[in-house]
T-cell receptor, first 111, second 113 residues
Framework: KAGVTQTPRYLIKTRGQQVTLSCSPI?????VSWYQQTPGQGLQFLFE???????NKGNFPGRFSGRQFSNSRSEMNVSTLELGDSALYLC??????????FGPGTRLTVT | QQQVKQSPQSLIVQKGGIPIINCAYE??????FPWYQQFPGKGPALLIA???DVSEKKEGRFTISFNKSAKQFSLHIMDSQPGDSATYFC????????????WGAGTKLIIKP
């Protein structure tokens, strides 16, 4: 099976802009989670989607949002970008068992 | 109470040595403890995971030791190789909410040839 794919891999945006990141889970996996990874804060849970519904959300401001489509692909959106949003954004998929499988991430740089 | 504390922050070991990475948690409700390995430019990859009903689990050269009373767990890498050089993360969650992993800060491991 193909692994989790994320697009784009690298992105440079300017403060105040918005960005959309995409994640395609492993075929058959219905749960998609998003994490933010930074050197200072480490890995932090953003939100998780299952069957197009957000099941849980981490402690991030409302500028961070996401959605999931009927084919389980997921997108996350960050509006009004701030310098502190520069990070590696990771997507993970799960197929019902406890294991999560991560994609390579999208490196977002905000200037 | 949601924290997972990981140590050391970095570790250098000679090839063939046994690096040990430790984690401690506070929330006694946690019942799933995975370890992930991350190489530069890649996402974390699941190495091995343990539930609190066992004290040790081995998969290849990787072993998790779990001490429920002390609320601690550790990763041992036997016969370490330069290819094991990576950042290792411990994590914890309360099943079935495995998607909401609470992560340790990570340990950067270097295996010297």
């Amino acid at each position: 099976k193909a692994g989790v794919t994320q697009t784009p891999r690298y992105l440079i945006k300017t403060r105040g802009q918005q960005v959309t990141l995409s994640c395609s889970p492993i075929s058959g996996h219905r749960s998609v989670s998003w994490y933010q990874q930074t050197p200072g804060q480490g890995l932090q849970f953003l939100f998780e989607y299952f069957s197009e519904t957000q099941r849980n959300k981490g402690n991030f401001p409302g500028r961070f949002s996401g959605r999931q489509f009927s084919n389980s692909r997921s997108e996350m959106n960050v509006s009004t970008l701030e310098l502190g949003d520069s990070a590696l954004y990771l997507c993970a998929s799960s197929g019902g068992a406890v294991e999560q499988y991560f994609g390579p991430g999208t490196r977002l740089t905000v200037t | 109470q949601q924290q997972v504390k990981q140590s050391p922050q970095s570790l250098i070991v000679q090839k063939g040595g046994i690096p040990i990475i430790n984690c401690a948690y506070e929330n006694t409700a946690f019942d799933y403890f995975p370890w992930y390995q991350q190489f530069p430019g890649k996402g974390p990859a699941l190495l091995i995971a343990i539930r609190p009903d066992v004290s040790e689990k081995k998969e290849g050269r990787f072993t998790i030791s779990f001490n429920k009373s002390a609320k601690q767990f550790s990763l041992h890498i036997m016969d370490s190789q330069p290819g094991d050089s990576a950042t290792y993360f411990c994590a914890a969650s309360k099943l079935p909410s495995n998607y909401q992993l609470i992560w340790g800060a990570g340990t950067k491991l270097i295996i010297k040839p």
